[in-house]
Antibody, heavy 119, light 103 residues
Framework: QMQLQESGPGLVQPSETLSLTCSVS??????????WGWIRQSPGRGLECLGS???????YYRPSLRSRVSISIDTSKNEVSLRLSSVTAADTATYFC???????????WGQGTLVTVAS | DIVLTQSPDTLSLSPGERATLSCRAS???????LGWYQQTPGQAPRLLIS???SRAAGIPDRFSGSGSGTDFTLTITRLEPEDFAVYYC?????FGQGTKVEI
């Protein structure tokens, strides 16, 4: 059964870089049929897709975040990573990883991890 | 960019009743990329409907999706207690703001 599990620091200092890892089991991240995405959720912003990438190298990043976000795939560890630089309190959210079928729906999702940006 | 607007924001119903949720896109979109999700407190969203009208694996048949162009609908024919949740529509990498179905 496919499972996704996010991990990383729950507290990040303002202006620093948020780094999260999504460990994938039950399916290979190198499947060319899928993208792997990061979505965040906060009371003020609702659900917001930061970006998604495929093993083949095709990527999408949210235009408003493109200068700060990077998503990468590590096939040796079957993991997907997120880096978001220069964070502010506005980046406080629950961060989910999810598999995306092409440019369509997201399934399944990880359980999510809460990241708070504060000093 | 596509903007998805869901209505109503909150739907107050009783178990056994029918729920009709709306999702309107700011411009015409392809059914292929339209999905619906259910989220209960403390959980990740769960895919209910893909391609505007196809139920995802394991989703009960009381859930159905329809629509085309700019207007899409999620219908729950007979609400069960576990169906009281927040529902989101999604197109490619954009999500609606959600509709809360409450008792």
């Amino acid at each position: 059964q496919m499972q996704l599990q996010e991990s990383g620091p729950g507290l990040v200092q303002p202006s620093e870089t948020l780094s999260l890892t999504c460990s994938v089991s039950g399916v290979s991240v190198s499947s060319s049929a899928f993208y792997w995405g990061w979505i965040r959720q906060s009371p003020g912003r609702g659900l917001e897709c930061l970006g998604s990438v495929s093993y083949t190298g095709t990527s999408y990043y949210r235009p408003s975040l493109r200068s700060r976000v990077s998503i990468s795939i590590d096939t040796s560890k079957n993991e997907v990573s997120l880096r978001l630089s220069s964070v502010t309190a506005a980046d406080t959210a629950t961060y989910f990883c999810a598999r995306q079928y092409g440019s369509a729906w997201f399934a399944p999702w990880g359980q999510g991890t809460l990241v708070t940006v504060a000093s | 960019d596509i903007v998805l607007t869901q209505s109503p924001d909150t739907l107050s119903l009783s178990p056994g009743e029918r729920a009709t949720l709306s999702c309107r896109a700011s411009q015409s979109v392809s059914n292929t990329y339209l999905g619906w999700y259910q989220q209960t407190p403390g959980q990740a969203p769960r895919l209910l409907i893909s391609g505007a009208s196809s139920r995802a694996a394991g989703i009960p048949d009381r859930f159905s999706g329809s629509g085309s162009g700019t207007d899409f609908t999620l219908t729950i024919t007979r609400l069960e207690p576990e169906d009281f949740a927040v529902y989101y529509c999604q197109y490619q990498r954009e999500f609606g703001q959600g509709t809360k179905v409450e008792i």
